[in-house]
Structure formats: C-alpha cells, structure tokens
C-alpha cells in the first residue's frame, strides 16, 4: 500500500472514532434526560403528595423540632417520605387546643377523604366548621389556611385522589 495512502486511511479511522465516541455522548445525554423525566412522580400518588407538598410546604413546621411538635405536640413528622406516610396513616388528631379535640379522628382515614382530617385541613370542600367526621366540636385548625391557598388544583385533587383511592404507599 502506498504509505500516503495509509496515512490518510489512518486519520481517516481516528476521525471515525472521535465521530462515534461523540454520537455516544450525545446517545447517553438523551438518555440521562430521558431517565429525569422519568422520575417524575405521578399525580395521585403519595410520593407526588410527598415531593410536591409535604416536603416543600409543610416541613418547615412538621419535624421533631419543628414548631408543631415542640408547641402543640402533634406527631406528624415530614422528615422522609417514609416517616411521612406512617405517621399520616397511623395517626390521629393529637392537637391539644379545647376547640379542636377530635377524638379518635384519623389524619388519613383510608378511602374517605370526608373524615380525613388531613383532608379537611387543606381541601375547601371537606372542611367543615363542626362536627368534622361526625364528631361534635371537630374542625380542622385554621393555621393552615395559607397553605390551603398555596396549593395547586394538582396538589389538592392529588391528596383528595390518594385518599378515596385506599392510601396507598405509592
Ligand atoms: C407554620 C407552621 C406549619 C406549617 C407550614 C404547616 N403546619 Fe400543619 N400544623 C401546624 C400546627 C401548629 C399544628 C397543630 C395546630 C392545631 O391543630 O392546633 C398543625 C397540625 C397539622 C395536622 C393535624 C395534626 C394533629 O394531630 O393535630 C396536620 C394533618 C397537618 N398539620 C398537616 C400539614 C400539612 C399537610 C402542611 C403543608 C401543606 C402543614 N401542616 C403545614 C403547623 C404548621
């Protein structure tokens, strides 16, 4: 072979390489975003509820040393998704105040959002200013009134959704 040929040839092989090794890259770039979108959780469930409200709305208050522990011992505690979900769906209304004990009101009564306190807490049309859940004297605390308005429609239907749905640990 002619060795001006081969050279060429040569240079020819390295460009290819560059050539594919670049196609790579930019194979895997979509990809990685391809993998981002992914993970965006689905409305309606609780890992949605989770990402979208409890972590960036209402954790400030709701930790061990958060002001709703420290002054009014309620026990919900939004440090993880997995606290989260078992302190919602275990607990009940321990807020102490005279005008709101709710005995034996759950925060998350499964399949029905009309006797979730959580639900009457965030969602206009389950608030009722009495005898929330039946129970003569309940009414869910008005200190989250605010953050009632600061959620989406996407972020209300989705709490509304999961509940009716049977909670789930989705
Ligand atoms: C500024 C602090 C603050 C923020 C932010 C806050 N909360 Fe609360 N939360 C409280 C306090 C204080 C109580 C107890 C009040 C009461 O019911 O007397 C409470 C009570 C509750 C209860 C009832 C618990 C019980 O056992 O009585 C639930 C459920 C709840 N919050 C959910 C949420 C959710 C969901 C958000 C976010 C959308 C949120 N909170 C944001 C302060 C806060």
């Known amino acids: 072979m002619n060795p001006k040929f081969t050279i060429i040839s040569r ?6 390489v560059v050539l594919s090794l670049l196609l790579l890259t930019l194979a895997n770039c979509g990809k990685i975003e391809e993998a981002a979108k992914t993970v965006e959780p689905a409305a309606g469930t609780f890992t949605y509820i989770y990402t979208k409200t409890l972590k960036t709305e209402c954790i400030e208050c709701h930790t061990p040393t958060g002001a709703a522990t420290l002054e009014k ?52 049309e389950y608030y009722k200013s009495n005898d929330f859940a039946d129970v003569s004297g309940c009414a869910p605390d008005s200190v989250h009134t605010e953050k009632k308005n600061a959620l989406s429609t996407v972020e209300k239907t989705s709490i509304a959704d999961w509940i009716t749905n049977g909670a789930k640990n989705n």
């Open 73 to 124: 011992r309620v026990a919900i505690d939004f440090t993880t998704q997995a606290l989260a979900y078992k302190t919602l769906t275990e607990g009940l209304v321990a807020a102490t105040d005279t005008v709101l004990i709710c005995p034996n009101v759950k925060l998350v009564a499964s399949g029905s959002p009309s006797t979730s306190y959580l639900a009457g807490l965030l969602l206009t």
């Open 11 to 16: 240079f020819q092989n390295l460009s290819l």
